[in-house]
Nanobody
Framework: QVRLVESGGGLVQPGGSLRLSCTAS????????IGWFRRTPGNEREGISC???????YYADSVKGRFTISRDNAKSTVYLEMKSLKPEDTAVYYC?????????????????WGPGTQVTVPS
């Protein structure tokens, strides 16, 4: 069974850092692109980063320069390192598997969504 599970969320002060993990099971992570998304109440899911099977990374403008995506295929895990966090980064963060070869952060290109992990940056 294909499964993705996020972890690492929490409460962090503005300017702080967090590292999220997306752990995969039921498939060979090394063959798939993985994306990170976030959603706040009342808003659509926002794509923020993607890493291809070859390790190429893509970022939305809203997180470029502050977030770094990486993967450890041996651990079946994709990471999202978040620095200089702002109150507007508060959201539930999700990871998902893309069926496209190239980098994409369009939610319609992804499936097998994890349950999400909450990140809160108080104002």
């Amino acid at each position: 069974q294909v499964r993705l599970v996020e972890s690492g969320g929490g409460l962090v002060q503005p300017g702080g850092s967090l590292r999220l993990s997306c752990t995969a099971s039921g498939f060979d992570l090394s063959l798939w692109a993985i994306g990170w998304f976030r959603r706040t109440p009342g808003n659509e899911r926002e794509g923020i980063s993607c890493i291809t099977s070859g390790g190429s990374a893509y970022y939305a403008d809203s997180v470029k320069g502050r977030f770094t995506i990486s993967r450890d295929n041996a651990k079946s895990t994709v990471y999202l390192e978040m620095k200089s966090l702002k109150p507007e980064d508060t959201a539930v963060y999700y990871c998902a598997r893309s069926w496209r070869v190239g980098a994409t952060i369009a939610p319609a290109d992804f499936g097998s969504w994890g349950p999400g992990t909450q990140v809160t940056v108080p104002s």
